[in-house]
């Protein structure tokens, strides 16, 4: 079965074959936690001698991954694509992603936009992450059976709660058949990625393709199981080159099929044919060293909690969207967009949300701010500014000097000084 182009897909490796010649791509791993316990899965950091999922030489914050971008970029221009795959989930650690792709596609508007997920906390983040500029997912699904899944995860923790067996199966599944639904419809590109366990799920990888197919997606990339040592699955077989071709060609009649996967490190960097995650390693652990930059060089924008456009008029908590505003070449004030805000709930989670949406935002104007959000935001590197008065004072304070006035529309009304 062939697949149809996406046009975004042409300078993607991963999603486009043609394209891995050519184009490079760069993970950056800024997720240490998970969610979910696969029984092949041995997330390890430090290591710089295999080359499999769940490995890195080092972990990132957001602003390190920002210069570690900036950085690799110079080394290796033809990267083309900023991916998130780890070393954990990225929606396990769902801050820390979303404030990590909001600095870099807003510092490199160009670049693809991609993250790799089980699945479990994926469709609740689908609006954030197109925001951010998302335009490529890839969701591992071994099973669309929760009798097959309680083999091979050994639990699933939503929230605070942790479930074994069936139960855990049945949820994970429940999510990823949601989230491919959430991506499609937000216009991403989709990718499954299977892997092949013998003896757990290989004589069921078919009803993987057939469910998928009919949700859309656009691939599934089979991959055979790496056997890890300490794992409950270490003493498999890894699957030989000729089960694997047969399930390809199999799966490839209902669904596209990738066929050149190099089962990437959570910090590859590169050209598939060729990764240089341990070249690049002395980099990635000098970016994991650097502090925080002032915030004004890397968020150029500033978050206003008003009612109706004109005031700064509405504590923190009451609002339930943002106004983004940003100051233009010749000195005037623009609305860029607006935000909706995390629902209220949730305690602490809700303001690092909050401060991963605002990732590009510098400082937040609000009426007043409770001291959770302030801490929080502070955190991200992000001003929280208790004040009350006319938007274009209090975006005068941000920036620190005058400003010719104020130019944007909510609704039909313009805004002027």
Not at 79 to 92: E, F, T, Y
Not at 245 to 266: N, W
Not at 294 to 323: I, K, M
């Amino acid at each position: 079965m062939k697949s149809i182009p996406d046009p975004r897909s042409q300078r993607h490796p991963c999603f486009n074959k043609a394209a891995a010649g050519s184009f490079g791509r760069i993970h950056l791993p800024v997720a240490p936690s998970c969610n979910v316990q696969c029984n092949y899965c041995d997330r390890r950091y430090d290591c710089v001698n295999e080359s499999r999922p769940g490995v890195t030489s080092s972990v990132l914050k957001p602003h390190q991954a920002l210069e570690y971008v900036r950085s690799a970029l110079q080394r290796e221009p033809r990267i083309s694509v900023v991916g998130i795959a780890g070393p954990g989930d990225p929606m396990a650690n769902a801050a820390e992603t979303l404030e990590t792709l909001g600095l870099i596609h807003s510092a490199f508007p160009d670049l693809l936009m991609c993250l790799s997920s089980n699945g479990l906390e994926l469709a609740a983040h689908a609006e954030a992450l197109a925001r951010c500029g998302v335009s490529h997912v890839t969701i591992t699904c071994n099973t669309v059976d929760p009798d097959v899944g309680a083999g091979v995860y050994a639990w699933v923790r939503d929230g605070k709660v942790l479930y074994r067996g069936r139960d855990g199966a049945a949820l994970l599944l429940e999510r990823q058949l949601a989230a491919v639904e959430a991506c499609k419809s937000r216009g991403m590109a989709v990718k499954v990625n299977t892997i092949v366990i013998p003896g757990k799920n290989d004589d069921r990888i078919l009803d993987v393709s057939r469910t998928m197919a009919k949700l859309g997606v656009d691939q599934q990339n089979l991959m055979p199981m790496h056997p890890n040592p300490g794992t409950p699955f270490g003493d498999l077989a890894e699957p030989d080159h000729g089960i694997m071709r047969a399930l390809r060609a199999q799966a490839g009649a209902i669904l596209p099929q990738m066929t050149h996967c190099r089962r990437c490190r959570a910090d590859a960097v590169g050209m598939l044919c060729k990764d240089q995650s341990g070249e690049f390693a002395p980099m990635l652990a000098s970016c994991a060293a650097l502090p925080r930059r002032a915030a004004e060089e890397e968020r150029p924008n500033v978050a206003v909690a008003t009612r109706h456009g004109l005031f700064v008029d509405l504590h923190l908590g009451e609002a339930r969207e943002l106004q983004i505003w940003g100051r233009e070449a010749n000195g005037r004030f623009r609305l860029r967009e607006t935000r909706l805000a995390p629902p209220a709930g949730g305690g602490r989670e809700r303001w690092r949300m909050l401060a991963a949406l605002l990732a590009d935002c510098r400082a937040l104007l609000a009426k007043t701010l409770g001291e959770p959000p302030r801490k929080i935001l502070d955190e991200h590197g992000i001003n929280p500014v208790p004040f009350s008065g006319g938007i274009a004072d209090g975006l005068r304070r941000v920036y620190g000097e005058a400003s010719v006035g104020l130019t944007g529309s909510v609704g039909s009304l313009p805004l002027s000084s």
